[in-house]
């Protein structure tokens, strides 16, 4: 296969009612941080960037000021996926697959809200505080990547997969808004968001005047494709009816689509077949030990408490490491930059703690991630933790977080070491 990446240089706190099999997140639970500064402008209903349900896709902006008047960030937001044709219509009943009762003024807490690298607070995140803001909510329940112009009726209830008509609005209204004319943006996503970064920074890159520096930086959305603890097939066969029935073959990108044996372009809708494509520079932020992906691909028995996990468990778990930072060897050798840590969390750089405090090494989170995009000498621009036990330095619930429950990463306190 060719590989064509060349220099290449989420969080997300997800609340579910585990049933029979499918979780489904209940946004609805989760408060808006009504005072941040971020306003909603939704998408015009004629471009056909629709929610599951058909009202329009959106996104909440807050202006920035003096020297970051001219940069931008923007967050797509995160939220799983909908992976059967019931879930995809329960899902349009929620605020992931409907617009319909997002407030006019406030981020929603599924990736923590306006905080961490959406903070506005010079303490936090003195080198982003005052730049243009987008967050980008997800509505169409596969990483932005569903294509399907008509409608997809199911018991009588039509449904929309415009995951990617959404995006492509977004970014022809934040051209007219004074990205045509910026001096950088940042292109960031958490969990499924951090997946839509590795599918889409490319095609945005394309949408975007060669004079604007463009870099992507996908928190928590190197989904493996791995079975679970026990040998057995598990979400992969999911990310395929996702990818074929949301139609995201044209979302992807077109040359790996073409490298890949007929049956199996759907490869490409997943991080690690992705990653080899993407010509645009990147920074990942991810956990080793990614606790969503342990609990729901791997389906770990032992998670809450590792040091009780048999053998086979163990394998599963440490495999984890092996696999992502394999994937990951060919962004290291072409200099992008990376924040790997060894805590069992999912999603990153959405909490204020652990964007400013969580160290690997001798930097934070904040600093690495700076360090890297400035190019700045005398630090690291790649922090990789050490293989497991090694989570004595990772962050638990603190009273620094106290008020902004919302915005503290999907962590497993209980699993320690021993």
């Not at 808006?32 to 959106?58: I, K, N």
């Not at 899902?91 to 905080?115: C, E, Q, V």
């Not at 910026?182 to 292109?187: F, M, P, R, T």
């Not at 969580?358 to 700045?376: I, L, N």
Request: hydrophobic share 40%; with cysteine.
């Amino acid at each position: 296969k060719r590989n064509s990446m060349r220099s290449v240089a989420g969080l997300i706190l997800l609340v579910f009612i585990v049933a029979d099999a499918v979780p489904v997140p209940l946004t609805t639970l989760l408060p808006a941080d009504l005072d941040d500064g971020f306003e909603l402008q939704m998408l015009a209903p004629e471009s056909g960037a629709l929610c599951l349900d058909g009202t329009p896709g959106g996104f909440y902006f807050r202006p920035g000021d003096g020297d970051g008047s001219s940069s931008w960030l923007v967050h797509f937001e995160g939220g799983g996926w909908c992976i059967s044709d019931e879930d995809c219509l329960a899902r349009s009943k929620t605020d992931i697959g409907s617009s319909k009762n997002w407030p006019s003024r406030g981020l929603p807490s599924m990736d923590g809200g306006a905080h961490g690298i959406l903070s506005n607070n010079p303490t936090i995140n003195p080198d982003f505080y005052n730049w243009n803001m987008v967050h980008v909510n997800y509505c169409d329940g596969a990483s932005y990547a569903g294509n399907v112009g008509g409608t997809y009726v199911f018991n009588g209830t039509n449904l929309y997969f415009r995951g990617r008509f959404i995006l492509d609005a977004v970014i022809t209204k934040l051209l007219d808004m004074g990205v045509s004319s910026a001096k950088e943006l940042i292109v960031k996503g958490c969990s499924a968001g951090g997946l839509a970064i590795y599918i889409h920074i490319d095609h945005i890159r394309t949408r975007v005047p060669i004079s604007v520096r463009v870099i992507g930086a996908p928190d928590s959305g190197f989904f493996l494709d791995v079975p679970d603890w026990a040998g057995n097939p598990s979400y992969t066969p999911l990310y395929q009816w996702i990818f074929k029935t949301q139609n995201a073959t044209g979302s992807t990108n077109q040359e790996c689509v073409a490298d890949q044996k007929p049956g199996e372009e759907w490869k490409c809708f997943m991080a690690p077949y992705a990653l080899p494509y993407i010509r645009t520079p990147l920074f990942v932020f991810n956990a080793f030990y990614d606790a969503w992906q342990l609990q729901h691909i791997v389906k770990l028995p032992c998670l809450s408490n590792i040091s009780a996990c048999n053998a086979t468990e163990m394998a599963a778990f440490l495999n984890m490491r092996n696999v992502m930072d394999k994937g990951l060897e060919i962004l290291k050798d072409a200099g992008g930059g990376l924040f790997l840590e060894s805590c069992v969390i999912h999603g990153l750089a959405g909490s204020d703690q652990v964007w400013s405090q969580q160290m690997v090494g001798k930097q934070s989170m904040r600093e690495t991630f700076a360090a890297w995009y400035y190019q700045r000498p005398g630090l690291e621009y790649q922090e990789i933790d050490c293989e497991w036990p090694c989570d004595s330095h990772c962050l638990p619930f603190s009273e620094d977080d106290k008020g902004q429950e919302s915005t503290l990463p999907y962590y497993v306190p209980a699993a320690k070491s021993g």
